[in-house]
T-cell receptor, first 114, second 112 residues
Framework: NAGVTQTPKFQVLKTGQSMTLQCAQDMNHNSMYWYRQDPGMGLRLIYYSASEGTTDKGEVPNGYNVSRLNKREFSLRLESAAPSQTSVYFC?????????????FGPGTRLTVL | GDSVTQMEGPVTLSEEAFLTINCTYTATGYPSLFWYVQYPGEGLQLLLKATKADDKGSNKGFEATYRKETTSFHLEKGSVQVSDSAVYFCALIIQGAQKLVFGQGTRLTINP
């Protein structure tokens, strides 16, 4: 099992360009998440999808859109990139069970917006 | 709201030293608590967890005990190695909720 995979690993954009970050999981998890990681701020939730066909805003959704394409895939789109979106983006997934949901993370996408 | 506060880093220790990274939390419900580790250039990996008060999570020589009375979940290791150099995140999730709440992370460097 590959777990959670993300593409691309690195990307450089110019202000105003658009791009889509791809995420896929092979653990048959219902829930998927997109986070951004900035120095000194930990991880902040952008959007999440509790199940196929649903998406919800997290802590910092402005400037982003998401699509839960199917149970495996959850993409994050930047329609018009801004320098403030320079960050490392992590996708995660979790299953159902017990009193908690352990989240499994992908390796991340390092995005620079010039 | 729910929040997690970690001791500020960076933390630098010599090999075989004792490690403590403090973590305290504020939660509106009954949280489960986690420590995640991020090695350089990688994503986060779950290090250990505890789901109820007085539970002790342990893995790879690391331990943390869920202390409800002090709302704490401090990470400890008796003898650190150079390979433990990483960023450590404390996190919580409220029972029935979807979202993890992370602390800001603590960068740990171990010198030989």
């Amino acid at each position: 099992n590959a777990g959670v995979t993300q593409t691309p690993k690195f990307q450089v954009l110019k202000t105003g360009q658009s791009m889509t970050l791809q995420c896929a999981q092979d653990m048959n998890h219902n829930s998927m998440y997109w986070y951004r990681q900035d120095p000194g701020m930990g991880l902040r939730l952008i959007y999440y999808s509790a199940s196929e066909g649903t998406t919800d805003k997290g802590e910092v959704p402005n400037g982003y859109n998401v699509s839960r394409l199917n149970k495996r895939e959850f993409s994050l789109r930047l329609e018009s990139a801004a320098p403030s979106q320079t960050s490392v983006y992590f996708c995660a997934s979790s299953g159902i069970g017990g009193s908690y949901n352990e989240q499994f993370f992908g390796p991340g996408t390092r995005l620079t917006v010039l | 709201g729910d929040s997690v506060t970690q001791m500020e880093g960076p933390v630098t220790l010599s090999e075989e030293a004792f490690l403590t990274i403090n973590c305290t939390y504020t939660a509106t419900g009954y949280p489960s608590l986690f420590w995640y580790v991020q090695y350089p250039g990688e994503g986060l990996q779950l290090l250990l967890k505890a789901t109820k008060a007085d539970d002790k999570g342990s893995n790879k020589g690391f331990e943390a005990t869920y202390r409800k009375e002090t709302t704490s979940f401090h990470l400890e290791k008796g003898s650190v190695q150079v390979s433990d150099s990483a960023v450590y995140f404390c996190a919580l999730i409220i029972q029935g909720a979807q979202k993890l709440v992370f602390g800001q992370g603590t960068r740990l460097t171990i010198n030989p």
